[in-house]
């Protein structure tokens, strides 16, 4: 993961859907080509304040990953431990293929409980992982002013 996809502007965006995120809501949003782009659900705090797995998530829909690779962004971050649904399999191994077939990064598991949407500077510091697929990272996100 190079670090000029994990360092610099990034925009927060708060999806209203209680389900999933779909074309219909991306574009509202005038998404550019070269953004970074996290976006926050309902997800944040539920999911990281359970004791237990929440199966009840918002989740990235397929035609809503093919429409971000259309738009050129670099990366995607969700506030939930995965962007696909672990309910229908076929979503949840093809959001990522989309995605990552698109040239987007995947950012997974983003604490946005309290952060309000609008422009940030991200400053992610991924760790190397010797042929792993997945790592951890300490992420930071600064106001833009």
């Given at each position: 993961?190079p670090l000029?996809?994990?360092?610099g502007?990034?925009r ?27 976006l ?29 690779v259309?738009?050129g962004i670099?990366?995607?971050?969700l ?14 191994g093809r ?5 990552l077939?698109?040239g987007?990064?995947i950012?997974e ?6 952060v ?9 510091l991924p760790l190397l992982?010797?042929?792993g697929?997945?790592?951890p ?5 600064r106001?833009?002013?």
């Amino acid at each position: 993961m190079p670090l000029d996809v994990t360092v610099g502007p990034c925009r927060v965006i708060e999806i209203k859907d209680p389900e999933k995120i779909k074309v219909s809501e991306l574009e509202k949003h005038n998404i550019k080509k070269g953004e970074r782009l996290l976006l926050k659900t309902r997800n944040s705090p539920k999911v990281y304040i359970s004791e237990n797995f929440v199966e009840d998530y918002v989740y990235l829909d397929v035609q809503g990953a093919q429409y971000l690779v259309s738009r050129g962004i670099i990366l995607f971050g969700l506030d939930n431990i995965t962007i696909g649904s672990f309910k229908e399999q076929d979503n949840l191994g093809r959001t990522h293929q989309i995605l990552l077939g698109g040239g987007i990064y995947i950012l997974e598991d983003c604490a946005l409980a309290d952060v309000p949407p609008g422009e940030y500077d991200l400053l992610c510091l991924p760790l190397l992982m010797w042929n792993g697929d997945a790592g951890p990272c300490r992420a930071i996100l600064r106001p833009l002013k």
